[in-house]
């Protein structure tokens, strides 16, 4: 996760902003810079690389400032390099910027048809064009700003200069996190109370949608429609040796809440939304001989590469199979020419995964890992690393780990398919455009998350729940049912829906609530005629739908859950997000320890 700082001031800012980078180094990065304004001069200084680099640019070359952004990046849109590198700027407008943006190709098109010359390959400038085309329209900052955000789709947080308004710092977010901090006499911005703890400990958390405007001695904030909130100021216990929770009351909702940003700066890593292309980092083998995949993991990872195989089988047209980790080994599997391992795992480190991979390597077959920690041994042995940039995951149950294993694999997929010529441009085209809209899809599954606190309370009573689901959702069936195992020790099965005829139906009564993945599309009948045998035995259905699909067969059911419209394709991304939520709001709702439940570690190292 990328990260941002600012600091509005009477006093020296450069050090202390990149100070306060160092405390969001956990996030991951690829690059870092800082702008101020001083004097009437709006400057910058960025480096690829460390923080090291940028503080000797510093060094050579100081800026003497009282205001002033920092950031540090991910490569999203571009590769790591200065020109790609933040704070972007223009004439009058300087910025950095956390997540996605969307629709920025046509956003670009019409900066360019402007007569405004681009410098970059980001999605971030073309917004500092966006509010700099505001201004010379007429518009006030506060204007510049409020128009300029309601013209993006995706996920994202900002912080802003304007040059002419030499005491003020901007920021906005929606889908990705900030914080304001009030110190005295000076306040702060920050993507979380982390980076913010050398400075203040008086917090508040914007809520989605917000923007902010910041002096030394004064903030404003406003919501999505532009009009004025107040959002409390607490006091932060963040310090160098821990993650917060921030507004969050566990590690496991802030997580799930995270997906949007954290999902779109891993599939940043792997897209080009301008050339609408997949772009794998440094394959050391050729993907076109590939002629089967076995997906190996542990647990939830397992379950994404289970989601995978589908896209695998359909876009590529290899053979897949689906290995425990556990197992792998002692079942002396047969290698063939032409094999690829694709091992997943959260940590890098799972003993039976790293086992399984270092089987594969002796057996001369081709090798990659999915993996959140860049050191990792798993890592380090690979031959192809495909990594996740989920930061730290605290909860014991994957959340955002999970989400960005699968933004990973279905680039993968995509990337196996075009290199098998199964995929054409056309087809990779879409693809990619389609997984440029799951954050902002993602942001929009977390809106029912009241539909489904208010649905807890009675699920928790339950001893025993179902899950069923056709194709990718069956997977995400299984994945629903696991979450639910783990956090509140009720017991959970999950089903492809045309089994449930061929024995577990007979566990359907009036006292098994059974949780229907069922979003419009080719599998929709089929999954709902599956969910109308239940409710013909008394059972008590959930059902996680599309608006379509909730209108013509929500009767009925317990309770039915809407969630956004999206292609089959991106759909698992999606519908991640109420399986998550469901799980987490029935531990509440059961009392359970929800970040560390019994029995469970976040790393497994041993067999």
């Known amino acids: ?40 001069v709006m400057d910058r200084r960025r480096a690829p690389g460390k923080l090291a680099n940028l503080a000797r640019e510093l060094v050579l070359d100081p800026l003497p ?34 997540g996605i943006i969307e629709n920025f190709k046509p956003l670009r098109a019409e900066v360019l048809a402007a007569g405004r010359t681009l410098s970059s390959d980001t999605d971030t400038e073309v917004v500092a064009h966006l509010l700099e085309l505001e201004l010379a329209g007429g518009a006030t900052p506060d204007a510049a700003v409020a128009a300029t955000l309601k013209r993006l789709h995706g996920a994202f947080s900002f912080a802003i200069l304007f040059r002419n308004h030499p005491g003020v710092i901007y920021g906005a977010r929606r889908g990705s996190p900030l914080v304001v901090g009030r110190g005295d006499g000076e306040m702060f911005l920050g993507s979380d109370a982390l980076g913010l703890a050398p400075f203040t400990n008086r917090i508040a958390y914007l809520e989605e949608g917000d923007w902010v405007r910041l002096t030394a001695d004064s903030v404003a904030m406003f919501d999505a429609d532009d009009q004025p909130v107040d959002r409390a100021f607490i006091t932060s216990s963040a310090s160098a040796a821990v993650i917060e929770k921030g507004n969050h009351r566990h590690y496991m909702e802030k997580e799930i809440h995270e997906q949007p940003i954290v999902v779109a700066q891993t599939l940043g890593a792997y897209l080009d939304p301008l050339a609408e292309t997949i772009a794998l980092p440094g394959l050391p083998f050729d993907l ?25 089988e359909q876009l590529a047209r290899v053979p897949v199979s689906i290995e425990n980790a556990s197992e792998y080994r002692y079942r002396d599997p ?3 020419d032409g094999g690829l391992c694709l091992f997943i795992s959260q940590s890098g480190e799972t003993a039976d995964t790293l086992a399984a991979l270092r089987h594969a390597l002796a057996g001369g077959q081709m090798v990659a890992a999915v993996v959140n920690v860049a050191t990792s041994t798993m890592a380090r042995e690979t031959q192809l690393l495909l990594p996740t940039h989920a930061g730290p995951e605290v909860g014991v149950a994957s959340t955002k780990a999970f989400t960005c294993q699968l933004a990973v694999l279905a ?73 639910l195992k783990e956090i509140s020790y009720i017991h959970a099965e999950g089903y492809a829906a045309g089994e449930l005829k061929h024995g577990p139906i007979a566990l359907i009564d009036e ?12 599998r929709f009948e089929k999954t709902v005629s599956n969910m109308q045998e239940v409710m013909a035995r008394g059972g008590q259905v959930v059902l996680l739908s599309d608006a379509e699909g909730v209108a013509t067969h929500g009767q009925g059911t317990m309770t ?23 799980a987490y709001h029935v531990a509440l709702a059961k009392g359970t320890d929800v970040d560390q439940p019994r029995n469970l570690a976040k790393s497994v190292t041993v067999e």
Not at 70 to 76: G, I, K, L, Y
Not at 288 to 312: D, E, F, M, P
């Open 288 to 312: 076109a001989n590939v002629k089967r995949v076995q997906i190996v993991a542990c647990g939830t990872a397992l379950l994404a590469g289970h989601v995978a195989s589908y896209w695998l």
């Open 411 to 483: 680039a993968f997929a995509i990337a196996l398919g075009k290199a098998k010529g199964r995929v054409d441009a056309a087809e990779e085209a879409r693809l990619v455009h389609l997984l440029t809209e799951v954050p902002a899809a993602m942001n929009n599954a977390l809106k029912c998350e009241d539909a489904i606190a208010a649905l807890a309370p009675t699920l928790a009573k339950a001893r025993d729940i179902l899950y069923i689901g056709r194709g990718p959702d069956y997977p995400m069936a299984l994945e629903g049912a696991l979450k």
């Open 1 to 40: 996760m990328c990260g941002i700082i600012g600091i509005v001031s009477g006093e020296p800012v450069a050090d202390r902003l990149v100070d306060g980078l160092r405390r969001l180094e956990y996030r991951g990065y690829d690059s870092a810079g800082i702008a101020t304004i001083h004097d009437g």
């Open 334 to 336: 047969v290698y063939e």
């Open 560 to 582: 039915a859950v809407t969630l956004p419209a999206v292609d089959p394709f991106i759909s698992p991304l999606v519908t991640a997000i109420p399986v998550q939520l469901l």
């Open 65 to 98: 400032a009282s205001i002033g952004i920092a950031h540090t990046r991910w490569a999203t849109h571009g590769a790591p390099t200065r020109d790609n590198a933040h704070p972007h700027a223009t004439e009058n407008v300087c910025l950095v910027h956390n």
């Open 511 to 522: 006292h098994v609530p059974v949780i229907v993945i069922a979003p419009s599309g080719p």
